[in-house]
């Protein structure tokens, strides 16, 4: 029983490492890296805290090497699945009975843990399993991971504190309950921290989950398990499951039991997932919570006011930064004539400079895409473009998929800004660019809000204080993370809330207090001190 009303400590966002050469960390990331290598590692199921195995074991790979093997994994099945909520629900009273500070404690200290002895294991899991350089690693696996665990137990505190008013003789208050039954948390591969984070902030306002990551991610996926464990969190209150998507999603959205899904992902399966949802509606106790951050096609509007440098560093770090491989990466441009020559050639400057090939080499800035149908994807865009008369290759075009996933960096310059390359996601290296003439700046703003079904991020690079403001408010509904003379990625956890509306997703904010107030359910409580003893009021009395 709690007998004070506790202050967590004050969250800081973690300092990134530089990873200089010479530098501790960068000798214990390689030494991590190479013990990675140097073995298979085993990669179970955790169910209700027991590690689950199956027969069916499959293999893991870097995407840049994908002819090593870096381990197995055990893929499970329908029975699986049913495991795995009746561990939740077996969890679920005394996890959610547990008082708060005690279940705030477990993630605080899993962030230290991160921070600490678990930093080079889980940011070398990160490069290898998913292709990520050592600093796209660090901001990922170790800052934004540490930064979610410890600024949600901040948010938790305050949604905790947020109590209604009482009148004279009665005492108000309201319980921040959790949901009635399990979440699913269903996670990608592209960042480490979204696959920590979605489970984890669930489980923190006392719900228990199913958690189904991305196939391509369970190497860290791992890590994160093995931290949880080791900071005490209770059998069955988060459980890992790798089993195929269809053969889940018949089973838990069925459940009676389904409270809600923490969902990051492809629209497409968002919006099925969401059609199963409410055609099974009848079959639920309560109305499941869904939370969903989608795709993005994320723009960048430059105006004639801009400075061209900082356009073009923009525009290669928004782009290019993990392959293209973010939510929020610059996948669309629209620079006006009277800077393209400059911003072309500056960006050709950068690209030259720029290094492609493994993660285990830190000079590389460019890694592999994330597997072979992502390969194929992506390239099957740039060889259209080659073979369009709407479009010129400005760089890159290039790519090898015989001993990894590569693509080079690739900038499309189009002739019409409805090219499908404008408009449809492509999630890889690839930034297509329409050059627009200055006096059509008002008709581009139109063609920028309306050319996409998606409002995940974008940004405006300009001087003129009346343009930003202008394009701030015509641009209102077109991105959830909007950056001024900044690229429109790198959002940061208690600074940046993140999400997107539209066909983006939900725009419930992860790194808010707002994702958290999804996974409660409140009561509110009204106690009288001295109770009436009879139906009359006053009024009624006669004159």
């Known amino acids: 029983m709690s007998f004070g009303l506790f202050n967590v400590p004050n969250p800081v966002n973690e300092p990134v490492k530089e990873y200089r050469p010479g530098s501790p960390e960068r000798e214990s990331l390689k030494k991590a890296i190479q013990s990675f290598r140097s073995s298979e590692t085993d990669v179970p199921m955790y169910i209700g805290g027991k590690e689950v195995r199956t027969e069916r074991k499959l293999r893991i ?13 055990y893929e499970g099945d329908a029975e699986h699945v049913e495991q795995a909520i009746n561990a939740a629900l077996t969890a679920k009273e005394n996890w959610a009975a547990l008082s708060w500070e005690h279940r705030a404690s477990i993630f605080l200290k899993a962030a230290d843990l991160i921070a600490g002895p678990y ?35 901040f948010f938790a505190t305050q949604i905790y504190q947020q ?18 039954g399990f979440v699913f948390a269903l996670t990608p591969f592209n ?28 190497l860290a996926a791992k890590v994160i398990m093995e931290v949880l464990l080791e900071s005490g969190l209770p059998e069955g209150v988060i459980n890992l499951i790798y089993v195929d998507g269809p053969v889940a999603g018949d089973i838990i959205f069925s459940h009676p039991d389904f409270a809600g899904i923490h969902f990051t992902g492809s629209t497409g399966v968002f919006q099925k997932i969401w059609g199963e949802i409410g055609a099974n509606i009848h079959k639920y106790k309560s109305y499941p919570r869904i939370v969903g951050e989608t795709g993005g096609k994320d723009f960048v509007l430059v105006h004639e006011s801009a400075n061209v440098d900082e356009v073009a560093t923009g525009l290669v770090r928004g782009a290019f930064e993990y392959q293209g491989q973010k939510c929020s990466a610059a996948s669309r441009a629209y620079i006006p004539s009277s800077l393209w020559p400059a911003v072309e050639a500056r960006i050709k400057d950068f690209l030259s400079e720029i290094k492609m090939g493994g993660t285990e080499d830190f000079s590389n800035f460019i890694n592999a895409v994330i597997d072979e149908r992502s390969f194929r994807k992506i390239t099957a865009y740039i060889d259209a473009a080659k073979e369009s008369d709407q479009v010129r290759i400005v760089a890159g075009g290039n790519y090898d998929g015989s001993k990894g996933y590569f ?75 909007f950056y001024i003379n900044d690229k429109p990625t790198g959002a940061v956890v208690g600074q940046q809330p993140f999400g997107g509306a539209r066909a983006s997703g939900t725009n419930d904010k992860a790194g808010s207090s707002l994702n958290l107030l999804r996974w409660v359910s409140a009561r509110t409580i009204k106690e009288t001190y001295v109770s009436p003893r009879h139906f009359a009021y006053p009024f009624l009395q006669e004159d």
């Open 61 to 73: 790979s870097p995407p840049h090497d994908h002819q090593h093997t870096l381990g197995y994994f």
């Open 119 to 153: 930093r080079a294991r889980i940011n070398a899991a990160t490069m290898l399993g998913q292709s990520k350089n050592a600093y796209q690693a660090e901001i990922d696996s170790a800052c934004e991971l540490i930064d979610f665990l410890r600024y949600n137990v």
């Open 163 to 180: 109590q209604p008013n009482s009148s004279a003789g009665v005492w108000n208050r309201t319980e921040y309950r959790p949901l009635e």
């Open 191 to 218: 960042f480490t921290a979204i696959a920590g984070n979605l489970p984890t902030s669930a489980a923190l306002m006392g719900n228990t989950v199913v958690w189904k990551p991305a196939y391509t991610q369970v």
């Open 407 to 481: 693509i080079e960096p690739t900038v499309l310059l189009v002739n019409d800004p409805n090219y499908r390359t404008m408009c449809e996601e492509i999630f890889g290296p690839v930034l297509s660019i329409y050059v627009y003439e200055p006096s059509e700046f008002d008709t581009i703003l139109d063609i920028v809000n309306n050319t996409s079904p998606y409002a995940l991020t974008g940004s405006i690079f300009a001087k003129d204080r009346y343009v930003i403001e202008k394009v701030s408010k015509a641009l209102q509904n077109a991105a959830g993370n």
